[in-house]
């Protein structure tokens, strides 16, 4: 079992900057897969950033180039710097990873992850 605490979240304007970490409880080092989500008000779950255990990152074309996933394997963390945050990336911030050895993919689909963070809410205002 693998538990996962975000943090990092809160308010900024548009154009600033947030780092989000995810805390996991198991090593980071032996998920094939873990990532990061989003859930805006009345939308749907998103896919905003994931990396594989070698370290292979793929993003959401909406985050492309403002936004970094990363991971240290020394502290068990996961992170997402996001910078020249626009009010579109209003959402509460979900931590993943994969619970079954699956690899990420190029579409991040919710179900290819079994662990899940609590979330952590992003405002940002115009």
């Known amino acids: 079992q693998v538990q996962l605490v975000e943090s990092g979240g809160g308010s900024v304007q548009t154009g600033g900057s947030l780092r989000l970490s995810c805390a996991a409880s198991g090593s980071t080092y032996s998920r094939n897969c873990m990532g990061w989500f989003r859930q805006a008000p009345g939308k749907e779950r998103e896919g905003v950033a994931t990396i594989n255990r070698i370290g292979t990152t793929f993003y959401a074309d909406s985050v492309k180039g403002r936004f970094t996933i990363s991971k240290d394997n020394a502290k068990n963390t996961l992170y997402l710097q996001m910078n020249n945050l626009k009010p579109e990336d209003t959402a509460t911030y979900y931590c993943?990873?994969?619970?079954?050895?699956?690899?990420?993919?190029?579409?991040?689909?919710?179900?290819?992850?079994?662990?899940w963070g609590q979330g952590t809410q992003v405002t940002v205002s115009s």
């Open positions: 993943a990873a994969e619970s079954d050895g699956t690899w990420c993919r190029v579409i991040m689909r919710e179900t290819d992850f079994g662990y």
